[in-house]
Every structure is written in structure tokens, then in C-alpha cells.
């Protein structure tokens, strides 16, 4: 079974600290992508990944960095949190080897982060 | 730049009946689309993923179809349970792109 894993359900941080929160996924997927969720808003993409030390950005990167140093493991740094980053944070993982680009999107169980 | 919209924002429906959930995006240049339910404070789960080739598919009770050129995908439950009752949003992948674009969801109730 495809399982894209994230380190925490529940975090809650204070502001100026910082942050990271970490995605696993067990499918050998090239990209791999954090989303945050907010009511009114949806699902707005930060940051992905496409390979190995590849990253580009998303929509809504500003005050937040990636890493990505194994091919499984894609972590979101908060770098001096602030309240306006609390929110629902998604990590998800597609396969995207040569001509396999038609190929589901799976997400972890979200990381609900509150930053008082 | 791609945009998808899902209507209505939210649904209520007695249980058993059929219901159909609409979803639309604007450029039809796209490398599939996927359906997914998300429970609440949880993350998404996928149902269904058409190619852009594809006109439908089917998994159990659900049945999605796609019409490329006027923009619009369907997402059809059959007999609806109280267990169907969460968020289901759409997104499109375009082409040459990573990413997915969501829609803002639809809150789907089944009342027993």
C-alpha cells in the first residue's frame, strides 16, 4: 500500500522559533510537494520538489525554505515562525518518470500546525 | 493561469439518493484531473484519476467523467451513505506542469 507519511499530527510552536516539519514517502516519486490549507482559501502549493536537491517555488513560499536531501524525505522550514503560518501544512508525492506523467497525487495525513 | 471551481460549496442530501458533484477549470490543456475526499482535520485521500485521454471511471459507487473541451468534470455517488459525508475536491494537473490546482471543495452531508 502507497503511504506518503508526515512526522507530526499536531504541533504547536511560539513565534520566532523554528520549525520543521518532515514527509516520507515509501513510493520511490520523484516530486514531491507541500501544500498549506486554510478555511476560505484552499489548498495553496509552497514549495515542491523534483528531485534530489531540486526545489522550486511555489504560489506562497515567502517565509518558509525546503530541503530535500534523499529522495524520500521532503521537509518544510519554518524559519522564525509566525501566527500568520498556522494552518493545516499537506505533504503529497506523484510518480513522474518519463512517460508515466498521467499518475495519482497522494497526500499525507496533514500536520496541524499552531503557532501562538 | 488554471482555475478550478467546485459547486455548490456545500450539499445536503437524505440518504440512499444519487447525487452528482460538479467541478470545472478553465484551461483544458491538462494531464488529468483527481478526484479526492478529505474527512475533517485530515488529509486527502484519493478516489478517482481521469487521463486527459479517458472520458470516465468508475470505482464502486463512484463514477467520474471528463469533458476536456468544455471544461467540466462530474463526480457521480450512487446510493449515498452517511459514511460519504465529508469534503470531495477536484484537481487539475496541467500540462507540462508538477503541480495540481485545486478547486475549494465541496462539503458533501448525508443525512440518515
Known amino acids: 500500500d502507497v503511504k506518503v507519511t508526515q512526522s507530526s499530527r499536531y504541533l504547536v510552536k511560539r513565534t520566532g522559533e523554528k520549525v520543521f516539519l518532515e514527509c516520507v514517502q515509501d513510493?520511490?516519486?520523484?516530486?514531491m510537494f507541500w501544500y498549506r490549507q486554510d478555511p476560505g482559501l484552499g489548498l495553496r502549493l509552497i514549495y515542491f520538489s523534483y528531485d534530489v536537491k531540486m526545489k522550486e517555488k511555489g504560489d506562497i513560499p515567502e517565509g518558509y525554505s525546503v530541503s530535500r536531501e534523499k529522495k524520500e524525505r521532503f521537509s518544510l522550514i519554518l524559519e522564525s515562525a509566525s501566527t500568520n503560518q498556522t494552518s493545516m501544512y499537506l505533504c503529497?508525492?506523484?510518480?513522474?518518470?518519463?512517460?508515466?506523467?498521467?499518475?495519482?497525487?497522494?497526500f499525507g495525513q496533514g500536520t496541524r500546525l499552531t503557532v501562538v | 493561469k488554471q482555475e478550478v471551481t467546485q459547486i455548490p460549496a456545500a450539499l445536503s442530501v437524505p440518504e440512499g439518493e444519487n447525487l452528482v458533484l460538479n467541478c470545472s477549470f478553465t484551461?483544458?490543456?491538462?494531464?488529468?484531473l483527481q478526484w479526492f475526499r478529505q474527512d475533517p482535520g485530515k488529509g486527502l485521500t484519493s478516489l478517482l484519476l481521469i487521463q486527459s485521454s479517458q472520458r470516465e471511471q468508475t470505482s464502486g459507487r463512484l463514477n467520474a467523467s471528463l469533458d476536456k473541451s468544455s471544461g467540466r468534470s462530474t463526480l457521480y455517488i450512487a446510493a449515498s451513505q452517511p459514511g460519504d459525508s465529508a469534503t470531495y475536491l477536484c484537481a487539475v494537473r496541467g500540462q507540462g506542469a508538477q503541480k495540481l490546482v485545486f478547486g475549494q471543495g465541496t462539503r458533501l452531508t448525508i443525512n440518515p
Open positions: 503529497a508525492s506523484t510518480l513522474d518518470r518519463g512517460r508515466t506523467r498521467n499518475t495519482e497525487a497522494f
Open positions: 484551461d483544458s490543456a491538462i494531464y488529468n
Open positions: 513510493m520511490d516519486h520523484e516530486n
